[in-house]
């Protein structure tokens, strides 16, 4: 009985001794999360504090680099920091449940080391003591004891493996949410490089358009000042209206016959023309044909290179 009080004493301390680790353990971790906490807050509002009020220049002799952190800085370095916490977390957890976990080996080796030295404390009396001189009520006691003492190693036993189990699905459980955190973010970036590129694609295709109609331009351009009209801009002037109400009346007129007609302010009037022809010879064939159009009543069409005002 002296030994099993002894080995119940020396569990009882084990056991202490562990809850006062494990507190001291959880303590230094919350500890740690919250100096964490402030230094990321403290980080964020002083970054926020020098955009808000930038320091005025001083002598060149004292002048400091002032602190450069962009949006993205700031964002990488909080999420450095909640990575940390979240590793400093995660050891705290895993060292408690190991700690768990030995405490109660260690209290099921006590319970076996004393249900061993009470197994034999009691078969070194039954070698002397005759067994009609122990009352039924005690050997009753001893077989419920003995059956007690082998259901706490049991129980030891298995509470033991339940928090190998339990550490072993934990562990599972965080490389799980580190590898979904690492594609969520793959995927992002790959996300943000897609779109970057197809920006630059449609950077680069505008730029090629707006290159192909300058380039375009200087050539109709170089085209007028080399021959002082554009392809295909050969017109037949019918006559020349006084105002916009008998250019209207005229253009109406040739319009009805079937001719594409075109008019242009200057500043004597407004002038009546029939085209383009894509030639002088085609132009010329077609003043011909206006002059001797009867239903016209004009005999006064003449060829003209007429340039239009958005080329000229």
Same mark, same amino acid.
């Given at each position: 009985m002296l030994m099993n009080s002894k080995q119940r004493w020396m569990g009882g301390v084990v056991l202490l001794g562990g809850g006062v680790l494990l507190a001291a353990l959880l303590l230094k971790g919350k500890e740690e999360i919250h100096q964490n906490n402030i230094r990321s807050s403290d980080l964020v509002e002083q970054v926020q504090q020098q955009k808000k009020n930038p320091q005025p220049e001083a002598e060149p002799v004292m002048q400091l680099q002032p602190l450069t952190v962009d949006v993205a800085t700031e964002q990488r370095l909080l999420e450095e920091q909640r990575r940390a916490r979240e590793k400093a977390v995660a050891e705290q957890e895993a060292r408690a449940a190991e700690f768990l976990a030995m405490q109660q080996q260690a209290e099921a080796e006590a319970a076996r080391k004393a249900a061993e030295e009470y197994a034999a404390l009691n078969a070194h009396r039954a070698s002397q003591q005759s067994s009609d001189n122990i009352p039924p009520e005690l050997v009753e006691d001893e077989k419920a004891k003995q059956k007690r003492l082998a259901d706490d190693a049991k129980k030891a036993e298995a509470e033991k493996k339940a928090a190998e189990q339990k550490k072993a699905e934990d562990a599972k459980k965080a490389e799980e949410k580190r590898k979904l955190e690492a594609e969520k973010k793959a995927a992002e970036q790959k996300k943000a490089e897609e779109k970057r590129k197809a920006e630059e694609a449609k950077k680069a295709e505008e730029k090629r358009k707006?290159?192909?109609?300058?380039?375009?331009?200087?050539?109709?351009?170089?085209?007028?000042?080399?021959?002082?009209?554009?392809?295909?801009?050969?017109?037949?002037?019918?006559?020349? %209206?006084?105002?916009?109400?008998? /250019? @209207?009346?005229?253009?109406? !007129?040739?319009? #009805?016959?079937?001719?594409?007609? =075109? &008019?242009?302010?200057?500043?004597?009037?407004?002038?009546?023309?029939?085209?383009? %022809?894509?030639?002088?010879?085609? /132009? @010329?064939?077609?003043?011909? !044909?206006?002059? #001797?159009?009867?239903?016209?009543? =004009? &005999?006064s069409a003449w060829v003209i290179d007429w340039v239009p005002l958005d080329k000229r």
């Open positions: 707006l290159e192909a109609e300058k380039k375009k331009a200087e050539e109709a351009k170089a085209e007028v000042k080399k021959e002082g009209k554009p392809n295909g801009q050969w017109m037949v002037q019918v006559a020349l %209206a006084a105002n916009q109400a008998n /250019a @209207d009346s005229i253009a109406a !007129k040739l319009r #009805s016959q079937g001719y594409k007609v =075109t &008019k242009s302010p200057t500043s004597k009037g407004v002038r009546i023309m029939v085209g383009p %022809a894509k030639s002088r010879e085609a /132009a @010329d064939d077609l003043r011909k !044909k206006v002059n #001797s159009d009867p239903s016209l009543n =004009t &005999k």
